[in-house]
């Protein structure tokens, strides 16, 4: 079993001789970074390193101090021209928007507020040519009977559905807070259809199998945890190890 601290494990020298110089876009392999491993770095920077250590992508969860991404100078409708023109520049695309919306909230008022900052995320996923966007079911509200807690949250989600529908965009709940177990995230999928440590390189070698084509986002937790690895190594050892193990599953 691979964990995330072991992506570090590998020699720091490694490093230097594989990822100086820009990787064409054309050889590169669908993996991703999350921006939540990188919050002390600007747009340029996420961009020029991403590009450099050969990912296609990047998962936009927060840059600099901004967590709401439609409040990202950079972002700004007067400037999202210049921004994809400046991602297609580095041969990278958006892979997802991370919202912190949350969906449990039982109150009217608390509520809307968390649907009205999924609805400013889908507008600005579209404006970017971004496919995905993504909220938290997050947790189950004391004193609230499960049925009725996983029938309101599945009730938001069907909203943003509606909402993003036509726009090129699609709405995805993390596995996170209270619903990471697989029973819970499959109940809430039959209510919406009608119907630590991972295994990084078995999980990688599965989703090759069944056929996925999307990207291998790697998310490393620096904003919430500034004790872990600096992004410099971690996002740059990802992109070394994800590339090998995802090279040798597609020759199995």
């Given at each position: 079993m691979t964990t995330r601290r072991e992506f570090l494990g590998t020699p720091a020298a490694l490093l230097v001789a594989r990822y100086t110089r820009l990787v064409s876009s054309q050889a590169r392999l669908p993996l991703g970074f999350s921006t939540l491993g990188c919050p002390q770095w600007s747009w340029s920077q996420?961009?020029?390193f991403a590009a450099a250590r050969g990912y296609a992508a990047v998962e936009l969860r927060g840059i600099l101090t901004n967590?709401?991404?439609t409040k990202v100078p950079e972002l700004a409708p007067e400037h999202i021209g210049d921004a994809k023109r400046q991602l297609a520049a580095h041969g990278l695309s958006?892979?997802?928007l991370g919202a912190s919306a949350q969906m449990h909230d039982m109150d009217p008022v608390k509520h809307a507020a968390q649907l009205d900052e999924a609805h400013r995320f889908i507008d600005l996923a579209q404006a970017l040519g971004a496919p995905y966007v993504r909220v938290f079911g997050n947790e189950y509200v004391k004193d609230v009977p499960r049925d009725?807690?996983?029938?309101h949250i599945a009730g938001a989600l069907?909203?943003?559905g509606d909402y993003a529908k036509g726009k090129g965009v699609e709405v995805i709940i993390e596995s996170h807070g209270d619903f990471t177990d697989s029973p819970s995230l499959l109940e809430l999928l039959r209510l919406l259809t009608g119907t630590g440590e991972v295994p990084v390189k078995r999980q990688i070698a599965a989703?090759?199998?069944i056929g996925y084509r999307g990207f291998y986002s790697f998310e490393w937790e620096k904003r919430w945890h500034p004790e872990i690895e600096e992004p410099e190594r971690a996002i740059a050892q990802f992109a070394e190890v994800a590339a090998r193990y995802l090279r040798e599953a597609r020759r199995e």
């Open positions: 996420i961009l020029d967590m709401d991404l958006v892979s997802c009725e807690m996983l029938a069907h909203e943003l989703l090759v199998k």
